[in-house]
């Protein structure tokens, strides 16, 4: 709870820099950098926990929009935010962005964040072949210790 504490004192922190200064002044992209270094550390994960694709399976060819189901094995899925063990939120990566599995994902058009504990979507990519790839973050969108990752899978959209 402690780590919580801080974590949460730390977004307060930045939340009054963002409201107090005069519009403009902030150059909200660093302010989305910041490392929230005395923040919690990353969730531990249980041994054998697992993440998949149920659909598409590796290899499909598509017709674009698609459904995208993820399995999860030896954990739980619950919400960002809810801090319970053993339990984490899905992450959808497209086409192998960067990412630094030590820290909370980025929302991007790339990194997709279901953290309101949703277990499918619907996705539309442009015709071509693309990579997808799950990640399981904990409740604060930051990949578990030993993270829990699909194997990348690719996917051909007619």
Known sequence: MRRAGRFFQTLSLLSALLLAAPAGAVDLKAAAEVKLASGPAPSAAPAGARVYFIEPADGATLSS??????????????????????????????????????????????????????????????????????????????????????????????
């Not at 053993?86 to 929302?107: A, E, R, S, Y």
């Not at 953290?115 to 990949?143: A, M």
């Open 65 to 158: 929009p698609f459904k995208v189901v993820f399995g999860l094995t030896g954990m739980g899925v619950a919400p960002a935010g809810v801090q319970n063990d053993k339990t984490g939120h899905h992450h959808l990566l497209i086409n192998q962005p960067p990412v630094d599995l030590g820290q909370p994902l980025p929302m991007t058009e790339q990194v997709l964040h279901f953290g309101g504990g949703q277990t499918e979507t619907t996705v539309t990519l442009p015709p071509g072949r693309h990579t997808l790839q799950l990640v399981l973050g904990d409740w604060k969108h930051q990949p578990h210790a030993a993270p829990v990752a699909s194997p990348l899978i690719t996917v051909t959209v007619r």
